[in-house]
């Protein structure tokens, strides 16, 4: 991925020998990716058990994960440029103390919503770092020809962390105590702190991006930009989908535990979506943009069928909205760090940038539109924004081939 003398993070050893091995760089990767968004969708899942020792409702749920996400989004480019300085390991190190600090504080002292409110900023912050360092530590530690398998598999941590705050209610929170949910929940930053692989740091500021060698500041940012706005859109659709699905399928005529049940199928395919479009990205060396464009592309027949309302295409259109329109941000990670492979943290800082944005933005306009119009208006809309996501997908790919990459 790197060559020698770019001044680039350089593995202690390569992947595959003795030491930084593929397997504990993507074990780390995966599990503090899963871990940094753990307390906020812990925070949603668990929200009927905390309300009332923490005094908050619905408004003040909605609130504290929109000011996660958007304090994540806010530091993302800063934590990514921050990435590349600390190198892989210390950035997931530093991450994962971040978010096993924010889960210790909701699981010991968090007495009220605004001792919440602390430690989900500390754990935006550590979001924010375990992006790019993540990205960092699969381009690094893992082989080139492994790459979309591995960030595949990365990509799918967000779904499993949203299913594991989900299991976490029934198999623990009604029987310990929501506390004990986040206390348990600290072996996931422990396994990623402890399994994190040892590697250099970066020797210089020079960086390469699109083949071309450049400085940091010299950077072409108008593709990356563009693939920021795609994350953007892409995740705003998503987790609107993801967030509103049950009140649309009770609306729409569906019993409560069946739409929940629904919704646990419905979030569980993109994991295999991910992990199957990253392994098909390895056996093709271009091309993968032009995938993720055909992805969110064609998850605007989702929203389209859950639109109508219909008890049947409703859950149909959820299931095939997240299933395919959920499992593009692997490939794009993917093709992010091909293009700007020797400024991997800063780049997909970017990336996750839009992404924490679109997971704001979405949900927010989303409900608005509900609360105004109707369902049926809110899936249009964002079956428009994943069009949208995929128009600027396809720009910016056509940009990149023309700066001399193979997105």
Known sequence: MTQPGS?????????????????????????????????????????PLMGEDLSFGAVGLGS??????????????????????????RSLRTAN???????????????????????????????????PGCSTMVAQGVPARRHGAGFGVLAAAAP????????????????????WAFGIAIALPLAGFVLAPAYGTRSGPDVKTAGAARGLSEIDYGPLNLIGLAAGLGSAAT??????????????????????????IASSAPVATRIAAGYLADRFESGHLRIVSLLLGASTAGYVAAATGSTVLVPLGAIFALGVGWGWSGLMLHSVIRAYR?????????TFGG??????????????????????????????????AAVAIDVSRRRLIRAGATP
């Open 7 to 47: 001044g680039d993070c350089q593995p202690l050893t390569q992947p595959g020998s003795g030491g930084a091995r593929p397997t504990l760089s993507l074990v780390s990767s995966a599990s503090s990716q899963t871990a940094s968004l753990f307390p906020a969708f812990a925070v949603g899942s668990l929200a």
């Open 64 to 89: 504290a994960v929109a000011f996660f996400f958007l304090l994540a989004a806010a530091t993302s480019p800063h934590a990514g440029t921050l990435a590349d300085r600390l190198g892989p390991q």
């Open 97 to 131: 103390i971040l978010c096993g600090a924010a889960l210790l504080l909701v699981a010991t002292v968090a007495r009220s919503y605004w001792v919440l409110l602390v430690a989900l900023a500390i754990g935006a912050i550590g979001l924010a770092i375990a992006g």
């Open 160 to 179: 499993l962390s949203v299913v594991l705050a989900g299991l976490a209610v029934p198999t623990i929170g009604l029987t310990l105590g929501w506390r």
């Open 239 to 264: 987790t609107s989908m993801a967030a509103f699905f049950v009140s649309a399928a009770i609306d729409a005529g569906l019993q409560e535990g069946r739409a929940g049940n629904l919704l646990a």
């Open 342 to 350: 020797d400024s991997p943290g800063a780049a997909s800082g970017m």
């Open 355 to 388: 992404l924490n944005v679109g997971g704001v933005v979405g949900p927010f306009a989303f409900g608005l539109l509900v609360e105004q119009v109707s369902f049926a208006a809110g899936f249009l809309a964002m079956a428009g924004c994943a069009l949208l």
